[in-house]
T-cell receptor, first 114, second 111 residues
């Protein structure tokens, strides 16, 4: 069974640009969550999608947005990039929304904003 | 506001000894707790979890203990092996798929 796939693995962007990251969850998983990891901050929750609907949202500005497609694949978009957006962006998939279940993570996309 | 805290950024342990990683949380509504292991340039890998209705869960060399009254959980690794060297994150959730993560503890197992 293939794991969570994130593309691209590495990305360099300039301040003010926008970026789109992609995540393909494990087959059969309908919940996709996004996290930002920065040094010293751990993993910060961005948002969660289930059946194409955003179910939860973390404390991030509106420049961060996402969507989920009917095949459960998800994209995350960051507009008007700032230097502080440089981070590892992780996507996680779960088989169901709610309840007690672990999330399976992809390898992440390392975004560098210059 | 950090709802899940790992106060030890790093830990060094001799091979064969016990590693104890600690985690504290503030939200009494959390009902599911997990530990993840992360190597550099890779995503976190699920290790072990525990529901709030239990106080202990064991899986091979890994045991997680939950003390709800103290809002504290710990991960015990016995015996520790060099391959266990990684960053360990604890996480908590409350009936959803929004996980709150600690800042991680870097474990080094010395051969």
């Amino acid at each position: 069974k293939a794991g969570v796939t994130q593309t691209p693995r590495y990305l360099i962007k300039t301040r003010g640009q926008q970026v789109t990251l992609s995540c393909s969850p494990i087959s059969g998983h309908r919940s996709v969550s996004w996290y930002q990891q920065t040094p010293g901050q751990g993993l910060q929750f961005l948002f969660e999608y289930f059946s194409e609907t955003q179910r939860n949202k973390g404390n991030f500005p509106g420049r961060f947005s996402g969507r989920q497609f009917s095949n459960s694949r998800s994209e995350m978009n960051v507009s008007t990039l700032e230097l502080g957006d440089s981070a590892l962006y992780l996507c996680a998939s779960s088989p169901k929304q709610g309840g007690s279940t672990e999330a399976f993570f992809g390898q992440g996309t390392r975004l560098t904003v210059v | 506001d950090q709802q899940v805290k790992q106060n030890s950024p790093s830990l060094s342990v001799q091979e064969g000894r016990i590693s104890i990683l600690n985690c504290d949380y503030t939200n009494s509504m959390f009902d599911y707790f997990l530990w993840y292991k992360k190597y550099p340039a890779e995503g976190p890998t699920f290790l072990i979890s525990i529901s709030s209705i239990k106080d202990k869960n064991e899986d091979g060399r890994f045991t997680v203990f939950l003390n709800k009254s103290a809002k504290h959980l710990s991960l015990h690794i016995v015996p520790s092996q060099p391959g266990d060297s990684a960053v360990y994150f604890c996480a908590a959730s409350n009936t959803g798929n929004q996980f709150y993560f600690g800042t991680g503890t870097s474990l080094t197992v010395i051969p």
